[in-house]
């Protein structure tokens, strides 16, 4: 009697080969893994761009989060975040923000801030990202910056010393960019630095924190207030002459005792020069308006052209409050 083959007992030569295929790619990912692992990890070695860019995505959004609930009761930033002689570039304590210190101690992250307050609607108060042959970045609060790997120049960069020489980590471009008069330098700005693509002697990594990132925050913060009102009154507060002082018509926010909404935020009592100068205009029962800061009167002059601020239009539609902006030039 003829056996006849059993079809479970081999499998076909595609399927044993399509699985060596899967098993040695594995491997091969696994390796690459734990290679890029250990460069990260060697001293003096930069982190991969993605590493990099994760990185400054969290610190960005970390200082957010403090700048936006700790800011000081005059607008600015709070004082530990403010470099000295206003803009001057120093190191990030990652301890004290609370950071992953992946590049620590050997390649840390540096800063530099603006000492203004957030209702300053004169830009030449902010920094500055010069951004090679692309336009400018205005309006900045603060700029975090990742160093690249250490240049010729920056041999001194190593575990042993004390990290706090920026020289050793950021550096500038001989040549001027398409609206930034040369030279430029992340280590020592006088409130401009420089985003440029990396050369041998360039590879600094910037991201930037603008004055308008954080008052889009602020707003919706208040809009959440707002929101409380609105849901039981289907319609927005009357502005207050002052804090507390919500039976006088005026333009400020109707925060303090017996207005209709509660300060929930240091900057919104009544001490606070931000809370003064935020101006809140009632366009219609569900529709105002939010600038912090407004033109300065009277206007010099010939204002310049850098007396800019953001408005804030907050309308009340489905049950919640949509924002939208626009840029005011004054006069």
Known sequence: MQNQANPKACPPRKQRGNALLIFFLLVAM????LLVSKLASQPGLPLPQTETTKELAEAKEVLMGIIVSQLGSDGRLPAALITPDNWQTRRLDYATYGLTPAREPTSPLWYASSGYPL???DNRHWLRL???NSPSIDELALVIIAPGQALASQVN??????NDNV???LEGIAGATTDCTAPLNNASNNGVLIAASATSTFNDHPIAISKKDITDRLARWIANDLDSHA???GEYPAPAADFGNCSSPGALLPYG??????????WLNGSSNMYANIRYIQISDTEVELSFGTCPAPLPAAPPATYQYTLYRLEWQNS???ISTSIRTCP
Do not use: K, Q, V
């Open 30 to 33: 696994g390796m690459l893994s």
């Open 119 to 121: 209702f300053d609607i």
């Open 130 to 132: 010069c951004n090679g």
């Open 157 to 162: 960069r190593n575990a042993s010393n004390p």
């Open 167 to 169: 020289n050793f980590y």
């Open 231 to 233: 849901i039981t009154n």
């Open 257 to 266: 005792p017996g207005c209709a909404l509660t300060a929930t935020a240091p």
């Open 320 to 322: 919640r409050t949509e």
